[in-house]
């Protein structure tokens, strides 16, 4: 049974940074990180290869965010430096087997999600 689980999430003033976590169990995945602001869609933020060697990051994020994974720990993080009252979301963690790309449709696992707040 696969189950993923977010960490991390707070309120932070812009500018600030924080480190969002994501426990993978039941195998190992294709990771990507999503979010969602209230009325909107849920969109790409960055993805990861199981290996750790290839990444993929949406523009919103390009510069800003960094991710990462630790595969002795079954984790993935998501470095986020130089947030925005705009990256105010619930960040979701996702995984697939094979698919490195941005369409939410083809990640067939998620977590519950994390609340992130940036004040400005």
């Known amino acids: 049974q696969v189950q993923l689980v977010e960490s991390g999430g707070g309120l932070v003033q812009a500018g600030g940074s924080l480190r969002l976590s994501c426990v993978a169990s039941g195998g190992t995945f294709v990771m990507a990180w999503f979010r969602q602001a209230p009325g909107k869609e849920r969109e790409f933020g960055a993805a990861?290869?199981?290996?750790?060697?290839?990444?993929n990051y949406a523009d919103s994020v390009k510069g800003r965010f960094t991710i990462s994974r630790d595969n002795a720990k079954n984790t993935v993080y998501l470095q986020m430096n130089s947030l925005k009252p705009e990256d105010t979301a619930v960040y979701y963690c996702?995984?697939?087997?094979?698919?490195?790309?941005?369409?939410?449709?083809?990640?067939?696992?998620w977590g519950q999600g994390t609340q992130v707040t940036v004040s400005s």
């Open positions: 990861i290869s199981s290996s750790g060697g290839s990444t």
């Open positions: 996702a995984g697939s087997l094979y698919y490195f790309g941005s369409k939410r449709a083809l990640y067939p696992y």
